[in-house]
Nanobody, 113 residues
Framework: VQLQASGGGLVQPGGSLRLSCAAS????????WGWLRQAPGKQRELVAD???????NYADSVDGRFTISRDNAKNTLYLQMKSLKPEDTAVYYC????????WGQGTLVTVSS
C-alpha cells in the first residue's frame, strides 16, 4: 500500500490549502479514511475522517474550517483547509483513523506570516 499526500506549502494565517492523497495497492472504496497531522514536538492526531458512505467527523480544533472528501473513482482523499492558523502547522498524513497502513511521507503545511 502506498499513500502519497501532496498539496502542502507555506500559507499566511487566514489562507487556504487543499491537500490530496493518492492511494494505491488498497481497495480504496471500502475503507474509512482519515487525515492525521503531527506538529513539531507533538504526537500525531486525527483531524478528520470519512466513512465508506461519506459520513464525516472532525476534531474540535478544525471543525468548521476543514472539509474532508473522497473520490473513489480516483482512489484519492482530499482535505480542504480554510481560515488556517499558525497552530495548524504540521506534517499532514492520510491513513485509516487508526493508522493501519504504512505511513507515507506526508505533506508539510506551514502557516506563518
Amino acid at each position: 500500500v502506498q499513500l502519497q499526500a501532496s498539496g502542502g506549502g507555506l500559507v499566511q494565517p487566514g489562507g487556504s490549502l487543499r491537500l490530496s492523497c493518492a492511494a494505491s495497492g488498497v481497495i480504496f472504496s471500502i475503507n474509512t479514511w482519515g487525515w492525521l497531522r503531527q506538529a513539531p514536538g507533538k504526537q500525531r492526531e486525527l483531524v478528520a475522517d470519512i466513512t465508506q458512505v461519506d459520513n464525516t467527523n472532525y476534531a474540535d480544533s478544525v471543525d468548521g474550517r476543514f472539509t474532508i472528501s473522497r473520490d473513489n473513482a480516483k482512489n484519492t482523499l482530499y482535505l480542504q483547509m480554510k481560515s488556517l492558523k499558525p497552530e495548524d502547522t504540521a506534517v499532514y498524513y492520510c491513513n485509516t483513523p487508526s493508522g493501519y497502513w504504512s505511513w507515507g511521507q506526508g505533506t508539510l503545511v506551514t502557516v506563518s506570516s
